[in-house]
C-alpha cells in the first residue's frame, strides 16, 4: 500500500485482439506471483479487472513514468496488454486516513 507521500499511477490496459489465449491463460500463475511480489515490494497497491471488457486496472507507486513501465515489464502478461498511464493526485485527507488504518 502506498504510503501518504508516495507518487501513484493508475495504470489502465487492455487486452490486445490478437492475443493467444492459451499462451496468456498458461501465464496466469505466474503473474499472480509478481503480482504478490511487487505488492510486497510496496510496487503495486490496488488491481481490478474487467474481464467483460478485456481490461485491467493497476495502481502503481513509483517515482515516474519510467519507473511504472520498469515494473510494468516485470508482469509476466505485459506482452499481452496496452497500457495507458495515468498520474494520480496525491491522496486527500480521507484516504490518507484510511491507509494508515491498514
Do not use: C, W
Not at 35 to 48: I, Q, S, T
Not at 60 to 67: K, P, T
Amino acid at each position: 500500500m502506498p504510503t501518504s507521500t508516495s507518487p501513484t499511477f493508475m495504470v489502465v490496459a487492455t487486452l490486445r485482439p490478437d492475443t493467444d489465449l492459451a499462451a496468456f491463460n498458461a501465464l496466469r500463475e505466474d503473474e499472480h506471483k509478481q503480482l504478490e511480489v511487487l505488492r510486497a515490494e510496496k510496487k503495486v497497491g490496488a488491481h481490478y479487472i474487467s474481464p467483460a471488457r478485456g481490461a485491467t486496472f493497476v495502481e502503481v507507486i513509483a517515482a515516474d513514468e519510467q519507473e511504472v513501465a520498469a515494473t510494468l515489464a516485470t508482469l509476466p502478461f505485459a506482452r499481452f496488454f496496452d497500457a495507458e498511464v495515468y498520474p494520480t493526485a496525491p491522496p486527500d485527507a480521507a484516504e490518507v486516513a484510511h491507509r494508515a488504518r491498514l
